[in-house]
């Protein structure tokens, strides 16, 4: 499962990459671009936009598309991981947040000269961006998001 994120919801882009879907991030103006994407891609659209559903691909079901109702980001993650009910557990982590990347294992002395001492002492495991050069590791802002992910599936439940 795919997806294109409309700009009008674009928090939605790092919760997904960050629960391991693929995701791309729609910041142009035209519409249509992001419709011929996302038949091109197979991905389904994620918008707030009215407009969108009434497009003859979406309104006749041959492209997938989804209606945000709320402002709020974790609704809104919500909502999509209801809709599709989908996995929160197994792609945790696999993908780079910034570029869609699918991240690669990195040992801890790969990344020595690469991360800040502090993290290096306090962490073992890292996977880096083989596109952005991005490290990652399981630090403060991992920790926040995925407390905020297991609070979402309990409630769902
Ligand atoms: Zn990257």
């Given at each position: 499962m795919k997806f294109i994120v409309d700009h009008n919801v674009g928090k939605l882009v790092k919760w997904l990459r960050m629960i391991g879907y693929d995701t791309l991030f729609f910041t142009g103006d035209d519409d249509w671009q992001m419709v011929i994407t996302a038949l091109n891609e197979g991905r389904v659209i994620l918008t707030r936009d009215t407009e969108i559903m009434r497009i003859g691909v979406v309104a006749s079901g041959r492209l997938g598309a989804v209606l945000i109702r709320s402002d709020e980001p974790e609704e809104q993650i919500r909502q999509v991981v209801d809709a599709f009910d989908l996995?929160?557990?197994?792609?945790?982590?696999?993908?780079?947040?910034?570029?869609n990347t699918v991240l690669e294992e990195r040992t801890k002395q790969q990344v020595k000269e690469l991360v800040p001492p502090y993290v290096f002492k306090t962490q073992e495991e890292y996977k880096e961006c083989p596109t952005c050069r991005r490290i990652y590791w399981k630090g403060t802002h991992w920790q926040e998001m995925n407390k905020k992910l297991e609070k979402l599936r309990q409630t769902r439940m």
């Open positions: 996995d929160c557990k197994s792609g945790l982590f696999t993908l780079c947040l910034e570029c």
